[in-house]
């Protein structure tokens, strides 16, 4: 949670090779991420994670990689296993929660009402995900924490890095942001231009610390 407050924007990426991943982890660690969500969708993808956070673990040391689209209590206790040191999820789980909860790591659960969000609350969810956040817009982050100002929230989902986009939802008062496609682009990645998303990441990032 620390790391993501001093660096509020977290990478959410998904990639069957393991070599692939890892270079993107390193590019977007080298861009200044310091929490990095890779999301559980594929086949085999809990072998990919594994080569992740132990690649990370030697070369990103300061980094913290945790697991997304959990919806289950059985994936999240398969990943902290593997070495996972936040689980997110699309939806909230109670039990996600609880099996979280007993490990000491952190769940954001997704979240799109206000009522979510307060029950995720009452099961210790200290970060809360507003999904899908094209959706429900900036307003919605607004508007909810008016009456609730204590909640941090994290927003994925249509989150782009370009200070238009990053400017609405940090003065909505978002704690942090979740960013998958537009960081990464396809023709990018398969170019291995590993360049370009460190230099996305730590613009986004730039523009992120002129905003708060």
Same mark, same amino acid.
């Given at each position: /949670?620390?790391?993501?407050?001093?660096?509020?924007?977290?990478?959410?990426?998904?990639?069957?090779?393991?070599?692939?991943? +890892?270079?993107?982890?390193?590019? +977007?660690?080298?861009?200044?991420?310091?929490?990095?969500?890779?999301?559980?969708?594929?086949?085999?993808?809990?072998e990919v994670f594994a080569a992740?956070?132990?690649?990370?673990?030697?070369?990103?040391?300061? /980094?913290?990689?945790?697991?997304?689209?959990?919806?289950?209590?059985?994936?999240?206790?398969?990943? /902290?296993?593997?070495?996972?040191?936040?689980?997110?999820?699309?939806?909230?789980?109670?039990?996600?929660?609880?099996? +979280?909860?007993?490990?000491?790591?952190?769940?954001?659960?997704?979240?799109?009402?206000?009522s979510e969000v307060g029950f995720?609350?009452?099961?210790?969810?200290?970060? +809360?995900?507003?999904?899908?956040?094209?959706?429900?817009?900036?307003?919605?982050? *607004?508007?909810?924490?008016?009456?609730?100002?204590?909640? *941090?929230? /994290?927003?994925?989902?249509?989150?782009?890095?370009?200070?238009?986009?990053?400017?609405?939802?940090?003065?909505?008062?978002?704690?942090?942001?979740?960013?998958?496609? *537009?960081?990464?682009? *396809?023709?990018?990645?398969?170019?291995?231009?590993?360049?370009y998303i460190t230099d996305n990441?730590?613009?986004?990032?730039?523009?992120?610390?002129?905003?708060?």
């Amino acid at each position: /949670m620390a790391k993501i407050a001093a660096a509020p924007m977290v990478p959410v990426f998904y990639h069957a090779d393991a070599d692939t991943a +890892c270079k993107v982890v390193k590019a +977007c660690y080298d861009g200044g991420v310091r929490a990095f969500e890779f999301t559980n969708r594929g086949d085999f993808a809990h072998e990919v994670f594994a080569a992740v956070v132990k690649f990370a673990a030697a070369e990103c040391p300061e /980094m913290a990689v945790g697991v997304g689209s959990v919806v289950e209590p059985a994936t999240a206790a398969l990943y /902290m296993q593997l070495g996972a040191c936040f689980v997110v999820g699309p939806l909230f789980n109670p039990e996600v929660a609880r099996v +979280c909860n007993r490990r000491g790591v952190p769940y954001t659960p997704g979240c799109g009402s206000v009522s979510e969000v307060g029950f995720a609350q009452e099961a210790g969810c200290d970060l +809360c995900k507003v999904f899908p956040g094209d959706v429900l817009g900036p307003k919605f982050v *607004k508007g909810m924490l008016a009456p609730m100002p204590w909640s *941090k929230i /994290m927003v994925t989902g249509g989150v782009e890095p370009t200070a238009d986009n990053l400017k609405a939802w940090f003065s909505a008062g978002a704690f942090c942001v979740g960013m998958g496609s *537009k960081l990464f682009p *396809k023709d990018r990645i398969a170019a291995a231009d590993w360049a370009y998303i460190t230099d996305n990441c730590r613009q986004a990032l730039d523009t992120i610390a002129g905003l708060r």
